[in-house]
């Protein structure tokens, strides 16, 4: 029993702070969907403190109560008594998985991200076989029930596997002119897997700049699908396979153009894994102090968009990753936007509120994910844009999904494609 509350007792501190004032309703994606008090902040809060008292029963309900959270950090940032409810979220989920076990569904997502050749034949097997069973599967088919994911359906859109992953294609160390920035790759799975013009881009973008760009070819997944289950071993064994590849090289930066990678570098390591271990502190916040995000690099190192993005003129508005948005990384990304000739940028009604992807939250609670989304594909829609930019692979997909299912047209990109347009032709 003492094992279970281990993981809540680092955060008790922070578990008083809480004085149960509902300021976290009002931010809450998830109070939105499900307009429940477990689904907010003060909710999972007095939760967390009844599993640290050993009051409550950890049934289904529990382990489905604390579930419903994205992860996304609007409470935290608007929260007066600043209490870290994701660092708490994720304790609590931590402690869950230690007394009742894994999921299934997250014992199979700690396999998967773990093991690069198999998460490598499963991008093979899900390019050759999804466009045949994922979206084939007739609405009274008893593999809804057999498999509730909510891949296996007519309704949602899933983005084609890429054929050659982006890793593949690549030399580990791309030199770049003398006395340039050496900058670390860090590529992410999506962008590795499915969304490989995103590293296209990147690559295009920092080598326009003279930098010299390392693609360490032993990275692994960021681990944040498996901290979502409070698999946080798993998270550990990642981070420092991670570190340990990011170390192998002296760099100026460690890089990512995925907002949620970058999040795992910059803060979940150090926040999750470092306290956790602390052995592994300093090296962690060694890398977290040099983890940036491309456009905060691109606008750092001084890239000229009128150099690299001219193109057909487009209308787009922007889309702020939570993961970007909670390090303050806003203004960059609009203004390398801004300064692209051709682009017109019309800012959209909550630019700043969640998509509602939250990593596994999308695959436990899909509908009430489409349901967050909802206000966003409108606010994307009502700007007249035909393109929605952001800095998040995993956001590309849920805005992607949720403007095809209200028949939109509107192209979901990474700002990093439309700024290396004209480096692309």
Request: hydrophobic letters at 40%; glycine letters at 8%; a positive charge.
């Amino acid at each position: 029993m003492e094992q279970s509350r281990d993981p809540l007792k680092r955060v008790e501190k922070d578990l008083k702070k809480c004085v149960k004032c509902g300021a976290c309703r009002a931010n809450c994606p998830a109070f939105t969907a499900f307009q429940r008090e477990p689904a907010v902040a003060r909710g999972k809060v007095a939760l967390a403190q009844h599993i640290l008292k050993d009051d409550i029963e950890l049934d289904d309900q529990t382990y489905v109560a604390m579930s419903k959270c994205l992860l996304c950090g609007s409470c935290v940032e608007k929260c007066p008594n600043e209490v870290p409810t994701d660092e708490i979220v994720v304790a609590a989920r931590e402690a869950l998985a230690q007394r009742r076990g894994l999921t299934t569904f997250h014992a199979a997502v700690g396999q998967v991200i773990k093991n690069r050749t198999l998460m490598k034949m499963g991008a093979r097997m899900a390019g050759l076989l999804g466009p045949l069973f994922f979206r084939k599967v007739p609405e009274t088919s008893g593999l809804r029930l057999r498999f509730p994911v909510p891949f296996i359906g007519n309704k949602r859109h899933i983005p084609a596997i890429a054929k050659k992953p982006f890793m593949d294609r690549h030399p580990e160390v791309i030199p770049g002119e003398p006395g340039k920035p050496r900058i670390v790759f860090f590529v992410g799975c999506m962008t590795n897997f499915v969304y490989t013009d995103i590293g296209e881009a990147a690559l295009a973008l920092f080598r326009h700049l003279g930098c010299t760009v390392i693609i360490p070819k032993g990275q692994q997944c960021c681990g944040l699908p498996a901290m979502s289950g409070g698999d946080v071993a798993t998270v550990r064994e990642l981070a420092e396979k991670n570190l340990a590849e990011m170390e192998r090289y002296e760099a100026d930066y460690v890089m990512s153009a995925c907002a949620t990678c970058g999040g795992a570098l910059h803060r979940f390591y150090p926040l999750v894994v470092g306290k956790r271990n602390p052995e592994l502190r300093a090296r962690l916040d060694a890398l977290a102090k040099k983890t940036v995000d491309a456009t905060q690099l691109l606008h750092q190192l001084g890239l000229n968009p009128a150099e690299t993005g001219a193109g057909d003129a487009v209308r787009i508005t922007y889309h702020d990753p939570c993961h970007l948005r909670t390090r303050g990384l806003t203004k960059q990304p609009r203004e390398l936007l801004q300064g692209t000739p051709g682009i017109e940028l019309a800012e959209m009604e909550g630019a700043d509120r969640c998509c509602g992807l939250g990593g596994t939250f999308n695959v436990y609670h899909y509908g009430s994910s489409m349901t967050i989304n909802d206000a966003k594909s409108r606010a994307i829609i009502d700007t007249a844009a035909r393109v929605v930019a952001t800095g998040c692979p995993g956001c590309m997909m849920q805005l992607s999904d949720g403007l095809k299912q209200h028949g939109s047209r509107v192209q979901a990109l990474h700002t990093l494609q439309l700024l290396a347009r004209r480096l692309k032709l």
